[in-house]
């Protein structure tokens, strides 16, 4: 089956500085990689999605990209925000046979204001 | 994702007990989804469901059963057979299959404890 590792495992920055997560995936079936946020003891909130058929895909300051061949993907935040303090988590899916998601463990993210 | 809802918020289990919890959707989504989430970790799938009166097991269903009589409604029991059940369970749904890679909106969660 799939499976998705995400780096790194906690990641503090300080206010207005960007922020990076990655993931890699191993089947290279996969074409569907959302990205959600999760504050603490709140449900996952997807805040950025991109589909195999799209290199980059950017929503004011968040951004995905996407490298099929390498079969990894990474989340960018720019400019960063207290409020963008939480736990962030990737995932994968081959959009088949009921669309599971396969979850990378999550990237705790402090902003020091 | 406002029209997932999970009961109750908390919930205890004594030992050897059976527990059932709650996800109802108003959203006519046809896929349905249960996941588990220890402590600091990611997200492990535990059922799902494409269709009524249809379910698939997930990658740790063991010591879990869920059904799917209506559209709107995917219940899980945690049965006396899950002997490790402290997590928060969490509830999703999709278009899928209607429209494949659909997004995925997640219910407000259950934690469930054990006494």
């Known amino acids: 089956g799939e499976n998705v590792e995400q780096h790194p495992s906690t990641l503090s920055v300080q206010e207005g500085d960007s922020a990076v997560i990655k993931c890699t995936y191993s089947?290279?079936?996969?074409?569907?990689f959302p990205w959600y946020k999760q504050e603490l003891g709140k449900r996952p909130q997807l805040i950025i999605d991109i589909r195999s058929n799209v290199g980059e895909k950017k929503d004011q300051r968040i951004a995905v990209t996407l490298n099929k061949t390498a079969k990894h993907f990474s989340l960018h935040i720019t400019e960063t925000q207290p409020e963008d303090s939480a736990v962030y988590f990737c995932a994968a899916s081959r959009g088949a046979a009921g669309n599971k998601l396969t979850f990378g463990g999550g990237t705790r993210v402090l902003v020091k204001p | 994702d406002g029209g997932i809802t999970q009961s109750p918020k908390y919930l205890f289990r004594k030992e050897g007990q059976n527990v059932t919890l709650s996800c109802e959707q108003n959203?006519?989504?046809?896929?349905m989804y249960w996941y588990r989430q220890d402590p600091g970790q990611g997200l492990r799938l535990i059922y799902y469901?494409?269709?009524?009166?249809?379910?698939q097991k997930g990658d740790i269903a063991e010591g879990y059963s869920v059904s799917r009589e209506k559209k709107e409604s995917f219940p899980l029991t945690v049965t006396s057979a899950q002997k490790n059940p402290t997590a928060f369970y969490l509830c999703a749904s999709s278009t899928y299959p209607r429209v494949p890679q659909e997004t995925q909106y997640f219910g407000p969660g259950t934690r469930l404890l054990v006494l």
């Open positions: 469901s494409q269709i009524v009166n249809d379910f």
């Open positions: 089947d290279s079936a996969s074409n569907y």
């Open positions: 959203l006519n989504h046809d896929a």
